[in-house]
């Protein structure tokens, strides 16, 4: 096949003449060696030994020279007179004649067979060579595996000396995807100016297949690419993929003109490796939206599970940073007072969560503020003016930043950045399709932290209420039902013996108006206890401990005094559950734990009763819940039927703040 696609040269026309002569001078050999016992004019048939492997091999006209050849030679050697050439009979000339119609005809058969059995070999090589791109498309291998194998197996079908295939980009440039015995071998992904005198350059002017040839490799007709691999012919063909004008195949010779018709045959090539390529783009696309997806889908689980805004940016910037290939990643929120917050960071050492700055200071943020548009800055260097300072010092050559819109305004930016080079030309589109994602994420953990502080400020609200009543009963009514006891005591003692009835009715007040102040008092301690406040949480729960009616046996394995909130909730979790196994459980005891570990109150409140206890049923658990909840923490109940009931509370000790909504 190797001839086949670049120009025979004189040596290959020259090697078909040297083995028709051969071929003549054997036949003739053997006519001479049966000539006495066959007649022979019926021997010069043996000729068309010669004729056939010469057709088969170079075709009908020198297949056309090795039938005269050999007539010629029969007719010297074999016919009289011998040793001429003349032939005066003339049924022998006629039979001459009739040899060299045949030897014709027989050749031309031969040479189209062999025609017709390479473009055979042609067409099945390339069906192969497509297969083997199409098993790769098929497999789901990446893009970068697909576009080397088709310049690969371009390169091995039509023998030439350096094959590539290329992108066109919007720019005008045009993108190396894949390379094939280049002498220095390019990177991936380099791109280069296409010069209109080139064949890709040409290819990309007219969206048609384009081939140069120069006699001297260092011609200025040749691209500089292609100069700088000695390549004195270069073809090159479209790739069109969903009627767009995609790409192109390029292929070269370094020893000489490629064949009339490379162009053509490189372009039937083209057309089934588009196929291909569109394939190949569908699946990764199906697979870039399935990553995407399983990446909102984690950041969202974080988002449920109510984890604070700083591990949800975080694992934001890290997945967007897999999901681009990205080297950077940030994450910044605009303030009104015309700066900005960064919010996460991955990659990165300037990005510090919470470190602010004057939005003038980036100047590709301050673009994305300004128009709410992605925006993007390639640096030819490894530094650029147009880059911020911290994005110089860690040697980022490309940025495309997209915003963050939120409930229709423009919340924040994200930004993805590269050191090898300029980032992929569709990152703007695909990082603003993937910010409208994370928008809906961020707005749902906006939603969320603020029904949180929401919560929290009515639990807050309620618990002062409570404070407040406690110590109005306690300074105020309380005191003065204490007042009236004592000044009843006193009348008391002042009534005459002879009173009796008058004693008895007086003493019967005093009981009642005693008995009334003690439940006061109950009831003050139920509204907010002030041994919590004073004592803690731990005199709280023992007194708590003492007053159950079920025997309880607490466990403490803390010291100090923890924030407000904290001591409140777990308080009231102990006082309610142990209120529960009091009047529903049946236990014979009560096991109260409470610990700190990892940033947690850990509240442990295990019985032995009928189990079986269901917070959806209306049980006072509903508004454990609701408070545990507002405070950030988690409440798990397990009460399966006959092994009691056993409730865990988990309370962050410092609660995260909520997004910022401003």
């Not at 000729?47 to 492997?53: E, G, T």
């Not at 783009?281 to 939206?289: G, K, Q, S, T, V």
Request: charge should be negative.
């Amino acid at each position: 096949m190797a001839g086949c696609w670049v120009r025979p040269s004189g040596v290959g026309w020259l090697s078909g003449l040297l083995v028709g002569v051969t071929m003549v001078a054997a036949v003739s050999g053997l006519i001479g060696l049966l000539e006495p016992q066959v007649p022979v004019l019926s021997l010069l048939v043996l000729y068309l030994l010669a004729v056939l492997p010469v057709a088969i091999v170079w075709g009908t006209g020198l297949a056309v020279v090795t039938s005269i050849l050999g007539t010629a030679v029969f007719a010297y050697l074999f016919l009289p007179p011998v040793h001429s050439v003349r032939v005066p009979d003339s049924r022998e000339l006629a039979a001459m004649g009739v040899f060299l119609v045949t030897a014709v005809v027989v050749g031309e058969l031969a040479a189209r067979s062999r025609r017709v059995a390479l473009e055979g070999a042609r067409l099945s090589q390339e069906q192969s060579a497509l297969r083997r791109v199409t098993t790769l498309v098929a497999r789901g291998v990446g893009p970068d595996l697909v576009f080397g194998a088709v310049a690969e197996e371009a390169g091995a079908l039509f023998h030439t000396d350096a094959t590539a295939m290329w992108r066109f980009e919007p720019d005008g440039q045009a993108t190396l995807l894949g390379a094939h015995r280049w002498l220095a071998q390019p990177d991936l992904g380099t791109r280069i100016n296409l010069e209109p005198q080139g064949a890709v350059g040409s290819v990309r002017e007219t969206g048609r297949a384009a081939r140069v040839d120069v006699d001297d490799p260092s011609s200025a007709r040749m691209p500089a690419i292609a100069r700088a691999e000695g390549l004195s012919s270069v073809a090159a063909s479209p790739i069109v993929v969903d009627g767009r004008l995609w790409g192109t195949v390029s292929t070269g010779s370094r020893r000489g003109r490629l064949s009339p018709g490379t162009e053509s045959r490189l372009a039937g090539f083209t057309e089934l490796v588009a196929t291909a390529i569109a394939n190949a783009h569908a699946r990764e696309e199906l697979r870039r939206i399935a990553d995407e997806q399983a990446a909102l889908r984690r950041v969202a689980t974080l988002v449920a599970r109510g984890e604070p805004p700083s591990a949800v940016f975080a694992a934001v910037a890290e997945e967007v940073g897999a999901l681009f290939g990205a080297d950077t990643t940030g994450i910044a929120r605009f303030e009104p007072d015309g700066e900005v917050t960064f919010m996460a960071g991955h990659g990165t050492a300037w990005v510090k969560p919470g470190a602010s700055g004057k939005i003038d200071a980036h100047p590709l943020i301050a673009s994305v503020r300004e128009t709410g548009r992605p925006a993007r800055l390639d640096a030819d260097g490894a530094a650029s003016a147009d880059l911020s300072e911290e994005t110089r010092a860690e040697r980022i050559r490309s940025v495309v930043d997209a915003p963050i819109v939120v409930e229709g305004r423009v919340w924040g930016v994200i930004g993805v950045g590269s050191r090898h080079g300029r980032l992929p030309p569709e990152t703007e589109q695909r990082l603003a399709g993937f910010t409208e994602l994370v928008a809906t994420a961020i707005a749902n953990a906006q939603a969320q932290a603020e029904l949180t502080a929401s919560r929290a400020r009515i639990v807050a609200t309620a618990d002062q209420t409570r404070r407040r009543i406690e110590r109005d009963l306690h300074d105020g009514a309380q005191q003065r039902l204490v007042s009236l006891a004592l000044q009843l005591r006193m009348a008391q003692a002042a009534v005459p013996p002879e009173l009796d009835e008058l004693a008895a009715d007086l003493d019967h007040v005093a009981a009642g108006l005693d008995g009334a102040l003690e439940e006061l008092r109950e009831f003050a301690r139920g509204i907010h206890p002030a041994i919590l406040a004073e004592g803690g949480l731990g005199p709280a729960l023992r007194t708590l401990a003492r007053r159950c009616a079920v025997p309880v046996q607490l466990q403490v394995g803390m010291e100090g005094r923890l924030p407000e909130r904290v001591e409140v909730a777990a308080y009231y979790v102990v006082a309610e559950a142990l209120t529960n196994v009091a009047k529903h459980a049946g236990a014979s005891v009560v096991q109260v734990e409470v610990d700190t570990e990892d940033g947690l109150v850990r509240v442990g409140v295990r019985d032995d009763g009928f189990g079986g206890a269901d917070p959806a049923r209306g049980s006072g658990l509903v508004g454990l819940k609701d408070r545990v909840e507002a405070t950030g923490g988690t409440l798990r109940v397990d009460s399966r039927a006959g092994q009691g009931t056993s409730l865990l509370v988990e309370l962050p000790i410092d609660a995260g703040q909520p997004l910022d909504s401003t």
